[in-house]
């Protein structure tokens, strides 16, 4: 039960940040593209990589916990799949092929860019 409570927790947490997010991102740089999923996702990929890089130094009985609080829960929370996915259609249903290229390109190699960051730092700064 303990379980499920951290997750749910976590992840009301990083839908309520997503949300924010995206309503700062709308106001400072336009509803032009959507830069708030953009940045929860490109940004939630660095905070997995800094995460899972303090996790694997620290070790412990609570890791699983921390896991589930932070990765599964509140990342999970964070970042959304579904609305790059939702995102991405309607820019191809309005056959906006470049935009759509760009964005689908830049938010899986930044992403995954981000995550590779995150972790190599923490390695360097936990060493």
Not at 96 to 102: D, E, H, I, T, V
Request: charged content about 10%.
């Amino acid at each position: 039960m303990l379980n499920l409570l951290l997750v749910g927790a976590g992840g009301a947490f990083g839908a309520i940040c997503r949300y924010l997010l995206g309503v700062q991102a709308s106001r400072a740089l336009g509803s032009g593209w959507p830069y708030g999923t953009f940045l929860a996702n490109v940004l939630g990929a660095l905070a997995m990589g800094l995460l899972v890089g303090v996790l694997a130094q620290r070790g412990g009985a609570d890791q699983e916990r921390w896991r589930l609080l932070l990765a599964v829960g509140v990342l999970g929370g964070f970042t959304t799949f579904s609305s790059y996915s939702l995102e991405l259609v309607r820019m191809l249903e309005t056959r906006a092929y470049g935009q759509a290229a760009l964005y689908s390109v830049s938010s899986v190699v930044l992403s995954v860019v981000a995550l590779f960051a995150g972790l190599i730092l923490m390695r360097k700064v936990l060493a």
